[in-house]
């Protein structure tokens, strides 16, 4: 869409959930996307993509972002359920973040995206409220791995349960 998106590519290797490349863009069409998917040269297992992808766009044709995405050649789909509370998904994700590994070349501009994920400030309310910062460009990445962790968390990965490791994880700094 022409909003933008951010892909973690990821690996399950033993408990460990290895993100080992990140991609984002903003301004293109579904088409490039898929293009990107193609050019790495791996065989993905699941594609998960965000509750609202199922929802018909208004346009020429009036499908889908999954829709448009099988009609490009993207199988095995699956759409991650829309949660009530963001801070819910916000809260999967902190607790899966100890079951990572994330490769720092190759997702060096995700963790840049994680690093600065910041909840947003209210000069109204003279507070911070228990939402991000309403800025695309700098949620889409941050984003993407909620997706990730709400997917494990509904046991939508197939997953065993994965116990925690004494490896230090990077923290999400919300506020």
């Known amino acids: 869409n022409s909003d933008g998106c951010a892909i973690w590519f990821h690996q399950r290797v033993g ?19 898929v293009k990107i998917l193609q050019d790495t040269g791996y065989i993905f297992g699941k594609h998960f993509l965000p509750h609202d ?3 018909k766009r208004l346009s020429d044709d009036n ?17 991650v359920p829309r949660i009530t509370n963001i801070t819910t998904g916000i809260g999967m994700t902190r607790a899966a973040f100890t079951q990572c590994w994330i490769d720092e070349t190759n997702c060096k501009q995700g963790i840049k995206r994680l690093d600065n994920y910041r909840k947003r400030w209210s000069p109204q309310q003279a507070r911070y409220l228990d939402e991000p910062v309403n800025d695309h460009t700098q949620t889409a990445g941050p984003d993407a791995l909620r997706q990730w962790a709400q997917a494990l968390d ?10 925690k490791t004494k490896t230090k994880a990077r923290s999400w700094r919300t506020a």
Do not use: P, W
């Open 15 to 33: 408990l460990e959930h290895r993100f080992i490349r990140y991609y984002e863009e903003f301004g293109e069409d579904l088409r490039h996307y």
């Open 53 to 55: 992808a199922e929802h």
């Open 63 to 79: 499908r889908s972002v999954k829709e448009i995405l099988e009609g490009l050649g993207v199988r095995n789909i699956e759409i």
């Open 154 to 163: 509904g046991g939508m990965l197939n997953t065993q349960a994965v116990r």
